[in-house]
């Protein structure tokens, strides 16, 4: 099995569940995460490991990026879920894999992106009194310059 | 006018004497302790102070003098301020009827084994003291655990000391040590069984390793003495290895002869002994990992107090058949 | 009347037994644990928001500071993703020589664990002295290799940072027995001892489904008894080419946890052997330009000590990486830590906690 009969099969079952699809990775619609990623670890792809999971700024909107890793056929997918700034909440992934639960609140931490069904949604990383969310491309905090991008 | 006050200044100069003595082995032990963990471990342990390290326990004990003495925030005051004490003086006051030689000993009590454990067993009220008044839960966990685990490795360090005394037919410490001149208790086969029963529960009774739970550096970080400092520090430390004395002591009089020796009987080998006891303490000290709780508890009353209830058993038998 | 009271305890950041500066919130029952909460964060240098002002040369010390006990496997792991991003070839001899400083790294770092957790069981140093005087040796190697002991700053996007200096694989040739007599002494301070075995054996149990579902990778998986390895499974470098086994436990507790990396050091001691063996001639330093404006983005996972490293790097064709992520090992092992240890008392959870063997460096990143 490899990465196009697994997108094929995504496809057969959630007609539209896939916003985009390129040939490194698919972007799903948020509504429909949990119900193909459901069928992705039970089914017969065996998607049994949340290798990682992590976001991106896209500055007028944050990418969530999931690593899915079957041992079994050995394939790595890569899902993306793209958030518009105003509306950063998506369904959390702890039912499924318990390894989203602080994967999880590292992205709440770091880019502030709200998981909503997550059992204990602190800061992880940062102090929890903190109010900003520091991978935010418009992070701004005394002393901390970026640098001018060549 | 002198010869009046002659008693009373004999009296004061053993004390002295006995006192100066615990200072000096404790200091000695120490340094001992660290040369030999540092033998164990590849290293050369204290090389600075003296030739190879000899005066670093002098250093140590000068800076633990002068250091501040903390008290934490909501400490139980009085019982903080006593519990070293407690620790400390039980074992000083063992020394009263320790047998150094054969007319050396500041007194020889008709109870004297008896007395001993008695009086050290004090320390385990200190030691709950101490891990009570220091508002720790750390050293509140230490404290709990010491005191089940010295009271449980009583039992079967008494019916081991039991053994010896049925053997010897008296509990004076003198008279143990002259029942063994034909010979040496330990090479008797269920006094030998006593003897390593002996060595373990007095192990445990002084908190080494594989029963150095209450202090369980790694788990308790430093377990009953972890709040205190200074000088009250240097006394938990002084009371640990006069202890460890004490029981190694307390081992050569019961089971290896005493200040007999092949030579003339002396305090050299009453010495010797002891400290042989204690350089084997100290090598399983540095090689074994810790035991747990639980572990420990049931070892001490599922093995080691029905191997020593029988043992006296045996030697009653042994006793009445030989008449 | 007797009250009845839960004790919680605040294990940590300063305490001997966490590992740097982990923080757990213990919940006890007397010293039975009924809820353990790890507080993590407090070695935060935030590294991943720094890569984003630095180009990959530059970050490449910064990766030495996550798993310091591993700096050479970091190495290896960002020079992989940006090979592969760039598609950058990689001449024999650097491959070569990058797999020999990677186990020897590996070694060095699982003598490190096995000694630290003997440490934790109470074998107050003895141990964990052993295991440094032989990891002294390794240290050594790279310090003729690269100038550095700790943080090693040794490879480079394309190659490696310079070929082994002469008489180096004279010493790593005499490591190798070395190292395999040190370890049968060590084991014997360990591996039949009685309590340590008492200790370890059935606590802290991590069952297959357990560990994957939280994403515990390395060896603590292996020691739940699931053979995975990404330098069999998914070659990456000359892996390929040599023998070796893939050490499994059976019940996937602690005692399982450390005797697969004992295993595993022999193993490394067989791929370094091979490889040595094998050395092709050439030049192994980076001929690329030093510039790498990548435009894409790549996720490689590479096997560390610890377990499986990920780098997650997003380019938008300037010099410094748009984001990069780093997937550290320890993270998700140490995730699994508060399901392990409820029921257990203190001193198993210390057990448990040592046996993961977590590095606060890259957990915290």
């Known amino acids: 099995m490899d990465i196009a009969s697994v997108i094929q099969r995504i496809e057969e079952q959630f007609p539209c569940a896939i916003a985009e699809k390129t040939p490194g990775w698919i972007t799903l619609k948020k509504e429909s995460l949990i119900p193909v990623f459901h069928c992705l670890m039970t089914g017969p792809e065996a998607f049994i490991s949340l290798h990682c999971l992590t976001a991106v700024d896209r500055k007028d909107s944050v990418e969530v990026v999931y690593h899915l890793f079957s041992y079994h056929h050995k394939i790595m997918l890569t899902v993306k879920v793209l958030l518009p700034n105003v509306d950063l909440t998506i369904d959390s992934l702890t039912p ?23 059992p204990d949604m602190r800061r992880i990383l940062n102090p929890d009194h903190w109010t900003t969310h520091p991978l935010r491309k418009d992070f701004k905090q005394d002393g901390f310059v970026p640098r001018p991008v060549k | 006018m002198i010869a009046h006050y002659l008693p009373y200044l004999k009296l ?124 720790n839960k750390y050293s509140l ?48 086969p269920n006094l030998f069984v006593a003897f390593v029963i002996y060595l ?72 010797l002994k002891a400290y042989v006891v204690i350089a084997f303490l100290m090598w399983i000290r540095w090689t074994l990992p810790r035991v747990r709780m639980d572990q420990m508890m049931s070892f001490a009353w599922k093995v080691l107090t029905p191997v020593a209830l029988l043992n006296v058993l045996v030697t009653g038998w042994l006793l009445v058949a030989k008449g | 009347m007797m009250e009845y009271e839960e004790l919680i305890i605040n294990m940590g950041p300063q305490h001997p037994s966490t590992h740097g500066v982990l923080y757990l919130e213990l919940k006890l029952d007397g010293e039975v644990v009924l809820d353990c909460r790890p507080n993590i964060g407090y070695l935060h240098r935030s590294i991943e928001k720094i890569a984003e002002n630095r180009s990959f040369v530059q970050f490449m010390p910064f990766t030495d500071r996550l798993d310091y006990l591993a700096s050479m496997n970091n190495n290896l792991g960002l020079c992989l993703t940006v090979e592969k991003l760039m598609n950058i070839a990689v001449s024999p001899r650097a491959q070569y020589l990058r797999v020999i400083i990677a186990e020897l790294n590996r070694i060095a770092s699982h003598l490190f664990a096995v000694s630290t957790f003997a440490q934790d069981l109470g074998a107050f140093a003895t141990p964990l002295f052993y295991a440094l005087r032989d990891r002294e040796k390794i240290i050594q190697i790279f310090d003729h290799i690269c100038g550095q002991r700790l943080t090693y700053n040794y490879m480079r996007v394309g190659g490696v940072s310079g070929d082994l200096p002469a008489g180096v694989d004279a010493l790593i040739k005499e490591y190798i027995p070395y190292q395999r007599k040190m370890l049968d002494e060590f084991e ?88 040595l063996g094998g050395l092709p001639e050439g030049d192994p330093v980076a001929k690329v330009n030093k510039v790498f404006r990548p435009n894409g983005e790549t996720y490689m996972c590479t096997e560390n000590p610890r377990g499986e490293l990920g780098f997650y790097i997003v380019g938008d064709g300037n010099i410094f990486p748009y984001r990069l992520k780093i997937r550290a090992p320890s993270f998700s092992n140490l995730s699994v830590l508060s399901a392990m240890v409820k029921g257990l008392n203190i001193s198993d959870t210390v057990c448990a906690l040592g046996s993961l063997d977590i590095v606060m460096g890259e957990i915290d990143r």
């Open chain 1, 96 to 118: 499924l894999w318990d390894a989203a639960n602080w994967l999880e609140r590292e992205v709440f931490d770091l880019f502030g992106v709200k998981f909503s069904g997550h």
């Open chain 2, 12 to 135: 004061l100069l053993k004390g002295v004497c006995v006192l100066s003595f615990i200072a000096v082995s404790a200091m000695f032990l120490i340094w001992l302790e660290r040369k030999v963990s540092a033998k164990v471990q590849n290293r050369l342990g204290p090389m600075i102070t003296g030739p190879h390290g000899s005066l670093q326990s002098i250093a140590d004990t000068v800076k633990l003098l002068l250091k501040e003495n903390i008290v934490p925030s909501g400490a139980d005051r009085l019982t903080w301020w006593l519990a070293p004490f407690f620790v400390t003086v039980p074992p000083v006051t063992a020394f009263l009827c320790m047998p150094f030689g054969p007319t050396f000993i500041v007194r020889d009590l008709n109870v004297g084994i008896l007395f001993i454990c008695s009086i050290t067993s004090i320390c385990v009220l200190g030691i709950f003291m101490a891990g009570w008044g220091s508002n």
């Open chain 2, 141 to 188: 966990l230490g404290g709990m655990r010491s005191a089940a685990q010295i009271i449980s490795y009583e039992v079967p360090l008494l019916l081991s000391a039991l053994v010896v005394i049925m053997e010897a037919g008296t509990l004076s410490m003198q008279g143990i040590v002259h029942a063994q001149e034909p010979c040496w208790f330990f090479l008797k």
């Open chain 2, 200 to 271: 373990i529960s007095a192990t445990a009774e002084v908190n080494r390793v594989p029963f150095d739970i209450p202090e369980a550096e790694s788990e308790l970080v430093a377990g009953y003495h972890t709040e205190y400092s200074g000088m009250k520090f240097a006394m938990f430390f002084v009371a640990e290895y006069t202890n460890l004395f004490i029981i190694s002591a307390v081992a050569a009089s019961l089971f290896l002869g005493g200040w007999l020796g092949p030579i003339r009987p002396s305090a050299g080998w009453f010495l």
């Open chain 3, 188 to 275: 014997t301070l360990l591996t039949g001892n009685v309590i340590f075995c008492a200790r370890s054996k059935n606590i802290g149990v991590l069952s297959k489904e357990t560990a994957i579902k939280y994403g515990v990778t390395g060896p603590n998986l292996r020691a739940s008894g699931y053979k995975w390895d990404l330098r069999k499974d998914e070659p990456y470098l000359v892996y390929d080419k040599f023998d070796f086994d893939i050490p499994t436990g059976e019940n996937g507790d602690s005692w399982d946890r450390y005797i697969v990396r004992i295993r595993e050091i022999r193993e490394s001691l067989k791929i370094i052997e091979q490889a």
